[in-house]
């Protein structure tokens, strides 16, 4: 029965610990990376529809404005 060391217990639970700082970090780089992105298209999308709501507001004047010069 071999003999009991704190070499190779501490060796055993480094290199678990390694690996799992390892994961951890590829885990939080790929879910920054994919929160990024999701703010990026929320952004996008915030935009898109404020633009839409502005012309939106402007083709009715627009129209009337047209409609104004024809009749004169």
Sequence with gaps: MPGFSFAGLFGAIYERFYLVVITASGKLAKDW???KQWIK???KQYLETELNFLKSQ???HFFSIHLIIYIL
């Design 33 to 35: 990376l994919v929160s």
């Design 41 to 43: 298209d929320k952004e």
């Design 58 to 60: 402007i083709q009715p």
